[in-house]
């Protein structure tokens, strides 16, 4: 149980398009759901929470302009990484839980290179 | 905010015992998570401490001292397939954050 699929695996776009990157929970209902991104050799970084039928939380130093996120159902998330530059370059992870107390389950990310 | 340490690296021995530290400061404490991640591959948990004590989990266990700060992981009868890093996370009120990961290379 508690399963987690995220879509594309990787993706390579040129610079100034957009990227959607979806994340799903296959067998149970989150509410939030939260983007992390990883640069090599770095650790996970929250992005933001993603909350179902409402505004997603942003962290400091994060461009809610920049990365969309939309939390339309209880099972999808969607990040969109808009106008991406070649520092956008980087692993994005989403996750969820299935309780308040629960562990996250992550997707297996998405390797975004910016050319 | 979040502060957490865990060394970089650590090199062992296939069969042997490895612990992995963690020690941490936070605003607010409501878990800590001990994941594993092979390298380009999204995390994969592996323990949860809420309590002081030990969590034990196969060959692996998971230790917490509240008062202290501090986490360790404990890998037994260790694997080639148990290279890899391990990320300690902390949960405060809200969120979840990681520390930097411990890469652990086994060797013949």
């Known amino acids: 149980g508690a399963v987690v699929s995220q879509h594309p695996s990787r993706v390579i776009c040129k610079s100034g398009t957009s990227v959607k990157i979806e994340c799903r929970s296959l067998?149970?209902?989150?509410?939030?759901m939260f983007w992390y991104r990883q640069f090599p050799k770095q650790s996970l970084m929250l992005m933001a929470t993603?909350?179902?039928?409402?505004?997603?939380?942003?962290e400091q130093g994060v461009e809610k302009d920049k990365f969309l996120i939309n939390h339309a159902s209880l099972t999808l998330s969607t990040l969109t990484v808009t106008s991406a530059h070649p520092e956008d370059s980087s692993f994005y992870i989403c996750?969820?839980?299935?309780?308040?107390?629960?562990?996250?389950?992550f997707g297996n990310g998405t390797r975004l290179t910016v050319t | 905010g979040q502060n957490i340490d865990q060394p970089t690296e650590m090199t062992a021995t296939e069969g042997a015992i490895v612990q992995i530290n963690c020690t941490y400061q936070?605003?607010?404490?409501?878990?800590l998570f001990w994941y594993q991640q092979h390298a380009g591959e999204a995390p994969t948990f592996l323990s949860y401490?809420?309590?002081?004590g030990l969590e034990e989990k196969g060959r692996f266990s998971s230790f917490l001292s509240r008062s202290k700060g501090y986490s360790y992981l404990l890998l037994k009868e260790l694997q080639m397939k148990d290279s890899a890093s391990y990320l300690c996370?902390?949960?405060?009120?809200?969120?979840?954050?990681f520390g930097a990961g411990t890469t652990v290379t086994v060797r013949a």
């Open positions: 996750s969820a839980r299935t309780g308040a107390n629960s562990p996250l389950h």
């Open positions: 401490n809420v309590l002081d």
């Open positions: 993603s909350n179902e039928g409402s505004k997603a939380t942003y």
């Open positions: 067998d149970f209902q989150a509410t939030t």
């Open positions: 996370a902390v949960r405060d009120d809200y969120k979840l954050s």
């Open positions: 936070t605003s607010g404490f409501n878990g």
